[in-house]
């Protein structure tokens, strides 16, 4: 037995919290388990994914999960930007956060159990929020029981009861509420999963040409905007030689570059002359 | 060398993702300007492989090859191979923080510079894993906060370019942010000699020293005024100290003192006086060791310290 589960969320809804969890209470119930999330950009906000192994074996596979039995969509508007049924096993399951019924499902694979449950709305009638945001990793994991999986309600909500402190009896309140509430239907779907093309692959050395901006127009970086007072500059060039960002222009005279000046202020603080005051920066442009 | 006969050709181009006072973008572009441009970089993990920027542009102005961690010095052995079978004379840089030349790069640079590859190696030592968010590394020094040292690191750094000196190697220089114009003499020395040559830079890093960031110069020649950074010269074996240092070893200057240095730092604030101490005892012990390479200075240097 070899359980995979692929978690989808947006950075701050606990979507890698979720997976450990869940890793932690099949490794309670003697099951060996890992949870690992995928390193993107995770800023808050942005798609996350996480993944959780459970085997009765040990597991020796240290990749991502590509296949697996159980999805998990902790958002309910994330699967307009991400596939989430992307790679699930026929007859696999998807656990999904949202207000719609499980016949309003639409995938490319034959069969799918589609577990719906609203976990928002249970998070928000159990007053569990933070910073104004609702928790639903915690419910999600509740629903998630539900799918063909061999865990114990009574251990995660240990767990739980036991990592959240006073927060702990809403947790578990909301977990059992999502287990029961979840509407659990085996849905039919247009079987038309599209795999990808094979394609004949390109070998190429990926050779970057040099260029100026790769991080774009830096001066927005500024706050504050250096100025040269050509009355006291003598042309030593310190300012040029020490510009940490190239943005010197050495033209008759020195120039700075204000398209890509970052206002480190290093050219006044080297200038012998006193010959570079600054301002703070105010762009009218933005 | 005037700076106005400097190179005037920019190599290391604006607009690119360092940070505001960068001081490896600003050694770089100097190091570049020595060497004309007529040079390959080949530039493992580190600031660099990040600021230079994504696929399919690149901030820097001559052809780079990124490379793994572990192994810059023997991907510069075999291109510096090619180009000689090219017949090319063009100069094979390695460019490499602390992490890629004390720590993970060790091995491949002391293969290298014992095989006697013809390649430049240069580090830009900012005393830190910078790049993923300051880490302590094998050449940060004792009592600096970093986030894995987070009540100051109990252990002194380990000395790369003294490492490099006991390899036999034709060239080994230290250079600082500091002095920009005593750099870009070494380089031009450096491209003059064949065979391995070793050159590390300090390179003091606003974000994570924590000073602010248009102090990134007077903080390299800090560095060397207090003593903490030495910068020598070493060719052939013929062993000197230069600029500062010189003026130091010679007893022309005196240092300035080390706490101006450290509590100029952030990551030294909360060091106390017997850190100074432990600190002072170590930067002695350096400066007599390499007083007594040098031979004819004799190794008074401590008394600066009493
Ligand atoms: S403020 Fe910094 S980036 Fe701007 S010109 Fe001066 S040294 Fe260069
Ligand atoms: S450093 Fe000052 S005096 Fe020298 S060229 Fe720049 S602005 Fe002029
Ligand atoms: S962390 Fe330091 S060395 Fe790295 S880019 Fe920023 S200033 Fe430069």
Redesign the interface.
Known sequence: MLISIRFHGRGGQGAVTASKLLAQTASEMGYYSQSMPFFGAERRGAPVISFTRISDEPIYEMSQVYHPNIVVVLDPVIMKVVDVFRGVKEGGWIVANTTKKPDEFVFGQEYLNIVAVDATGIAIKNDLLVAGMPVVNTPMLGALLRADIPLNIEVLEGIVARKFGKEGKKNVKAISEAYEFAEVKLIHGSGKRRYPKKQKIKVEF?????????????KL?RDFRPEINYDKCND???C????????IR?NDRVEI?Y????????C???CPKKAITSEREVFADV | MKISEMEREEYVLPGNTACQGCPSTVALRTVLKALEGNAVLVIPACCTSVYMGPFPHSAIGVPVFNTAFASAAATASGIKASFELQGKDTEVVVWAGDGGTYDIGLQALSGAAERGEDILFICYNNEMYSNTGIQRSGATPYGAWTTTTWKGKREHKKDVSELMLSHGIPYVATASVGYLRDLYEKVKRAREIRGFRYLEILAPCPPGWRFPMDKTIRMGKLAVESGMWILFESINGEFRFTGVSKSIAEGRRKMKSLEEYLLSQGRFSHLKPEDIAEIRKYVVKKWEKLARLEGEVDAAIAKFYV
């Open positions: 990926p050779i970057s040409t040099p260029a100026e901006g790769v991080a774009g127009k830096t970086w030593c060039l310190n040029w030689l020490h510009c940490p960002e190239s943005a050495l570059d398209d890509y000046c970052k206002g480190c202020l290093v006044a603080a080297v």
